[in-house]
């Protein structure tokens, strides 16, 4: 993967502004990888909220029917 990659890189070099070009590539992978989990936690919350729902309709109804 990209990531380990990177590491790798990091790993092999002391020099600093390698290290520091090295850093900032891995912070655009992760920034970007956050974003990526926000957006897919957003749509699992979405998707939580209308299961709960759905659930507390279908709990209703086999009440109304004394089950």
């Known amino acids: 993967t990209a990531r380990a990659e990177l590491r790798r890189e990091y790993a092999a070099t002391d020099d600093p502004e390698a290290r520091t070009r090295i850093l900032n590539q891995s912070l655009t992978h992760i920034t970007t990888q956050l974003g990526l989990v926000r957006s897919r936690l957003e749509e699992l919350t979405e998707l939580e909220g209308e299961l709960v729902e759905k659930?507390?309709?279908?709990?209703?109804?086999?009440?109304?029917?004394?089950?």
Not at 55 to 67: A, I, T, Y
């Open 55 to 67: 659930r507390r309709m279908v709990s209703g109804k086999l009440r109304e029917l004394g089950r």
